[in-house]
């Protein structure tokens, strides 16, 4: 009994073109007329339908033939998975033209003519009272902002520099050190705690971004928020990672 094969409805090539100097993958249907293939390619290469020259190459780049009956279907030529259909257009552009975005010319409009748009997001943001433009929910940001701060700046005075502690996160190990740094930072807002640790348990070096506010080994160091400060009379424990 004679086995005939079957032909895939679709068909995965990869499209080159003598505008771009990349390779693109695509999957398109066996039964596409090569005009219509030539619609579709405009998006891929950027060169007109009416600008374009077809040519059809093996999966080993051997050419096979030209892609010129426009009215021919895709599937009526050899091609197969892996093929490459290469695009040579003849609109005059040059190789790059379409992938140069520098020489895109950008569209500009001052904040004033912004401001007038109806139809920007920033107008409805201030119909719909949203984000920063929501002047209640504004204040209630910034009224529990103060809040949070003069809570952190209570629980700060009563830590003081030079005390043992412990530090309690959430989900952690208690780590025990030496606090060396009370106030606030340059790297967040709010009041932090800097702490050496008694071990190599930190992320710095009592630094962060170029700015020094106490002195210890690397990874020695660490912020954290006062309340998870615990003061008192901790004696320093040997963990055994100067060992490791």
Known sequence: MEVTGVSAPTVTVFISSTLNSFRSEKRYSRSLTIAELKCKLELVVGS???CMELELYGA???FYSKLDQEDALLGSYPV???C????????????GEYEDVSRVEKYK??????????DSVRSFLKRSKLGRYNEEERAQQEAG??????EERTQAAAITVG???????SGQPCRRGTVMYVGLTDFKPGYWIGVRYDEPLGKNDGSVNGKRYFECQAKYGAFVKP?????????????????M
């Open 48 to 50: 007109p339908a009416s």
């Open 60 to 62: 080993d780049d051997k």
């Open 80 to 82: 197969d998975d892996g």
């Open 84 to 95: 490459r259909i290469h695009v040579i257009d003849h609109s005059g552009a040059r190789l």
């Open 109 to 118: 409009i001052s904040q004033e003519a912004y401001d007038q748009r109806q």
């Open 145 to 150: 902002a103060a809040q949070r701060l003069a």
């Open 163 to 169: 005390s043992r502690c412990e530090v309690r996160a």
């Open 227 to 243: 309340s998870v400060v615990v003061m008192g009379e901790f004696p320093e424990e040997d963990y055994g990672l100067d060992e």
